[in-house]
């Protein structure tokens, strides 16, 4: 059973950038697709990034936020530039088991507890 753990995240203002980190235990991180999401008041969960061994990102943060993952230290980031007010948000770190990455929230079996971001104007 993986444990997921999120950090980094906090208040900045538009244009700036933060930092959001993961911590995984309990499994062999290797063996599973990672997947950062998102979910602002009032909205559904939203697809922001995943990772294998190759990427993919939601249209609304490609070219700003890079996902990364240090297998030997089982974590993921999701490094988050050039922020706006609409990605404030509560960003989960989510775990998939297999070498498959998704979009879809319900295909991944494992999260975190979710670390706030709040972008001011």
């Known amino acids: 059973q993986v444990q997921l753990v999120e950090s980094g995240g906090g208040l900045v203002q538009a244009g700036g950038s933060l930092r959001l980190s993961c911590a995984a235990s309990?499994?062999?991180?290797?063996?599973?697709?990672m997947g950062w999401f998102r979910q602002a008041p009032g909205k559904e969960r939203e697809f922001v990034a995943a990772?294998?061994?190759?990427?993919s990102y939601g249209d609304s943060v490609k070219g700003r936020f890079t996902i990364s993952r240090d297998n030997a230290k089982n974590t993921v980031s999701l490094q988050m530039n050039s922020l706006k007010p609409e990605d404030t948000a509560v960003y989960y770190c989510?775990?998939?088991?297999?070498?498959?990455?998704?979009?879809?929230?319900?295909?991944?079996?494992?999260w975190g507890q979710g670390t706030q971001v709040t972008v001011s104007s």
């Open positions: 309990g499994g062999s991180f290797r063996n599973y697709a």
């Open positions: 989510a775990a998939r088991y297999g070498s498959r990455w998704s979009t879809r929230a319900e295909e991944y079996g494992h």
């Open positions: 990772i294998t061994w190759i990427t």
